[in-house]
């Protein structure tokens, strides 16, 4: 008798809503047993003549396993009434009824078939991932329903999903069913963050192994940890003690995912990515060990790139984790983090769509007609930055044109099963007739890595080198050998996808070992036109992107310095440099041919500052870097902005300003304040600053240096603001010199405060009673009364005063000492005079 699952006992109510209308929503936990039963009950309900069901697996593992379990349910070959069809391999016949399929097979039936004919229900199983296909496909599938196929039904299927706001975007029921039908013990261990990870896990493992019964599947963040993880149980004998240990995430061969998933003799412990989260049923296992992390790949919108992120993983996340140790009897959690970290944990893991790179989901909206992508019904809209972004690359790469619709090119980009970038490099490798590199380079940057990270000193140093990859599949596919740090199973993964994009191009020319550096080169920089990168003087191993990012290359990476690289795969760095940790050299021939119509000619004229003069170099570019430069001898009127800011930044201290300057400068302002209403300028350095070119900029044309700078006559640069009737009463009202009682034309000082001074000697204004004035009489003179030597005596507004007051007390003290100059007792009386009494 077939075991009872929690899912069973909402079949009918389910059934019940299909049959009463298009959409629905079934809300089912982990262990529900809802990706495999739903599938199965829907037969019975779907007449075959209305064709197949459809169902989306977020991974291909899960795919090909749910095929396999319903398929042997009805005891049946899987390719019958249930087959699958994944990346590069389908498994159906005439027969089928219900069809498993990873998002991006969806995607391109779509495209290819918008009626999707033959086709009566689409089901998004495990739509809680919220992966950016699954949003895609299920607001295509939409669109295709409001717009041609009102028949076609969806069922999307969610263990931990929010399902309000689903439901009101398909207007859809929810149907919900209990969660995991065998109860969990969560164990808490001791939080110890700052401890080797794979230590830790190891450490959990020992003690679970003792405390439980059943197998132990393990959630770590990544293949790095899995991998340390698997050493360690190795040095300790786990697998002495008849203990099977398996590794499971994305990257490893399908066959050894396979062997963690299916049952054995023996007890084993899985070591997973996220990926065993939810799908795939791992038979026998009745402990979790989770470590509360996962890792995310982050793309920043800004620079291109991509970023590895390790965080904590979501409470959602976590508790997909923990009902995995209740799918076939009661089982265990243990958390290595403490009951307060999974209370502050988020909720939710955050949507794909905002984090991903846009660039294929835009190719497929332009490929599907629609230039808006935000008038498609999403859960989530993809986010404007990431759009614009996206926008850009596929306009480099010559798949959209300059209103965003899809090209000829870029329809054939679409077409094939890759992300557009190494679709475009295999368009180019059509053209130039290298069709056997083009595909492997593209399964070597779309797969896993064939170097091992730490294979440095184990007979083949790691490099960052794509050529040198080349080469290595070559010469395994030659010899069979792969040599010392080469993942021989990575290698296989390159070899299959690579021979499958052969046989999708209709090329299946054997690959020679030798290939020309210049065509592997032209078929990266197709791929990467952002990513070339230039080699910084003077710091080895670092880079300037063309993207304006700075670059270096990984701490293990052994190999040359190019001056000129291509970034094929690039770490973003977070706030810090990014990460090169596969490159490829690069020729500025091939650049200037390749990228001839991105290349463009800046000049630069800057005003160098410690050489005192003009610059004009003349730059060729592509993007942000610079390929040669030359100086140049610049126009005048291009000069002159250049110069005049030169001025600006240097506060005039460029200009030679003479007495003359600052004295015209002070009358101007003394007869602005006198006469308010005038209409005189405000010659103010702050608004002389401000107005260079206004005053300034006429006499600096044809002047390049500091030294034809200072050589400029700034006071009549400065006079040049007064209209005529103000230079005629500008030497009326503030005169340069005024006549005193003894005859002499004495300078007036408007420059030393703010009263205009007259420096004096004192015996040249005998008998005069006034203080003389300026601005028609509305601005006193500030005297200074000097000695006959030239010293100042006092300084007064009030002659008058001084006369009668304080003379007398200058006098008795410069009698002595200066007798041969006349100090009267009447100084109202004596003659004025500038000479000494014998003279008089």
Not at 309 to 338: D, E, K, N
Not at 654 to 682: E, H, K, M
């Amino acid at each position: 008798m077939e075991q009872q699952l929690p899912i069973d006992q909402v079949l009918p109510e389910l059934t019940a809503a299909i049959t009463a209308g298009q959409n629905v929503i079934l809300h089912a936990p982990p262990g529900a047993g809802k990706t495999t039963r739903v599938p199965l009950a829907l037969l019975e309900l779907l007449p075959p003549e209305a064709g197949r069901i459809i169902m989306l697996e977020p991974r291909r593992l899960a795919a090909v396993s749910a095929a396999r379990w319903m398929a042997a349910s009805l005891g049946e070959e899987v390719g019958k009434t249930v087959g699958y069809s994944i990346r590069f391999e389908s498994c159906v016949s005439t027969d089928t009824r219900i069809e498993v399929v990873t998002e991006g097979i969806l995607t391109r039936r779509l495209q290819s078939d918008p009626l999707l004919e033959g086709v009566d229900m689409v089901i998004f199983d495990e739509f809680h991932e919220r992966s950016i296909h699954a949003d895609l496909g299920l607001a295509l599938c939409l669109d295709v329903q409001s717009q041609v196929r009102d028949d076609l039904r969806i069922l999307v299927m969610s263990a931990t999903l929010e399902c309000q706001p689903l439901s009101r975007l398909m207007n859809a029921p929810i149907i919900s069913s209990e969660g995991v039908s065998f109860p969990v013990e969560d164990v808490y261990l001791e939080e110890r963050s700052s401890e080797y990870l794979p230590r830790r896990m190891t450490a959990a493992v020992q003690r679970a192994l003792i405390e439980r019964e059943g197998d132990i599947l393990v959630f770590l963040p990544g293949a790095g940890e899995i991998g340390a993880c698997a050493q360690q149980l190795a040095d300790i004998g786990v697998e002495a003690q008849g203990i099977t240990v398996h590794q499971l995430y994305g990257d490893l061969p399908f066959d050894s995912q396979q062997k963690a998933i299916q049952p054995g003799p023996q007890r084993k412990v899985v070591l997973a990515t996220s990926i065993a989260e939810t799908s795939l049923t791992i038979q026998g296992v009745r402990v979790v060990i989770d470590s509360g992390l996962s890792r995310r790949v982050k793309h920043d919108q800004s620079n291109g790139m991509n970023r590895m992120v390790t965080v904590r993983a979501s409470r959602a996340s976590a508790l997909q984790r923990r009902g995995r140790a209740g799918r076939v009897a009661p089982g265990a959690c243990y958390r290595l983090y403490s009951r307060h970290s999974f209370s502050a944990m988020t909720p939710h893991t955050p949507p794909e769509i905002f984090e991903a790179d846009l660039s294929p989901l835009v190719l497929e909206l332009a490929a599907w007609g629609n230039l808006d992508p935000t008038a498609l019904a999403w859960l989530d809209p993809p986010p404007e930055a990431g759009i614009a972004a996206a926008r850009n690359l596929l306009q480099q790469l010559g798949a959209l044109d300059h209103n965003f619709r899809i090209t000829a090119c870029g329809r054939q980009m679409a077409a094939l099963p890759l992300h557009p970038r190494l679709s475009r490099l295999l368009l180019r490798a059509r053209e130039l007739k290298v069709v056997d590199l083009g595909c492997d380079l593209a399964a070597l940057l779309s797969e896993r890595d064939i170097f091992r990270r730490k294979a440095h000193g184990t007979g083949r140093e790691f490099n960052f080198d794509v050529g040198d990859r080349v080469e290595i599949l070559r010469e395994w596919r030659s010899t069979g050998r792969t040599g010392n740090g080469i993942d021989s199973n990575a290698i296989r993964s390159v070899d299959r996808v690579s021979r499958q994009l052969q046989r999708l191009t209709g090329s299946m020319r054997p690959a020679s070992l030798q290939f020309e550096d210049d065509d592997l080169s032209r078929l990266l920089l197709t791929a990467y036109p952002d990513r070339v990168a230039q080699h910084r003087d003077g710091e080895r191993g670092h880079y300037l992107l063309s993207n304006g990012r700075g670059a270096c290359l990984a701490r293990e990476a052994k190999g040359g310095v190019a001056p000129l690289l291509i970034a094929t795969s690039v770490d973003g760095g977070g706030q810090g440099e990014g990460i090169i940790h596969m490159a490829a050299s690069l020729s500025e021939k091939v650049l200037r041919s390749e990228a001839a119509e991105h290349i463009y000619q800046r000049d630069g004229i800057t005003w160098d500052e410690r050489e005192g003069r003009v610059t004009a170099v003349r730059e060729e570019c592509f993007g942000a870097l610079r390929l040669s430069c030359a100086f140049f001898v610049p126009q005048p009127e291009t000069v002159l902005p250049i110069v005049v800011e030169a001025v600006r930044i240097s506060c005039m201290t460029l200009l030679d300003r003479q007495d003359s300057f600052y004295q015209l400068q002070a009358r101007v302002r003394l007869v602005g304040i006198a006469y308010p209403t005038d209409g005189w300028p405000d010659v103010s350095d702050a608004v002389l600053l401000d107005t260079l070119e206004e005053w300034l900029a006429p006499h600096l044309t044809g002047r390049r240096t500091a030294q034809q700078l200072a050589a400029v006559d700034s006071t009549t640069a400065l006079f040049g603001l007064l209209d005529y009737r103000q230079r005629q009463s500008l030497e009326q009202l503030a005169p340069t010199h005024l006549v005193v009682p003894s005859g002499s034309h004495i300078r007036i000082d408007y420059s030393s405060g703010d009263l205009p001074v007259l420096a004096v000697k004192l015996q040249e204004l005998f008998g005069l009673a006034d203080s003389p004035t300026v601005a028609g009489g509305r601005v006193q003179v500030l005297l200074h009364l000097l000695s006959p030597a030239g010293r100042p005596l006092q300084v007064t507004k009030d002659l008058k005063g001084f006369w009668n007051g304080s003379y007398h007390q200058v006098k008795k003290e410069m009698k002595g000492r200066y007798p041969k100059h006349p100090w009267p007792d009447d100084p109202w009386s004596a003659p004025p005079t500038k000479k000494v009494k014998s003279k008089m």
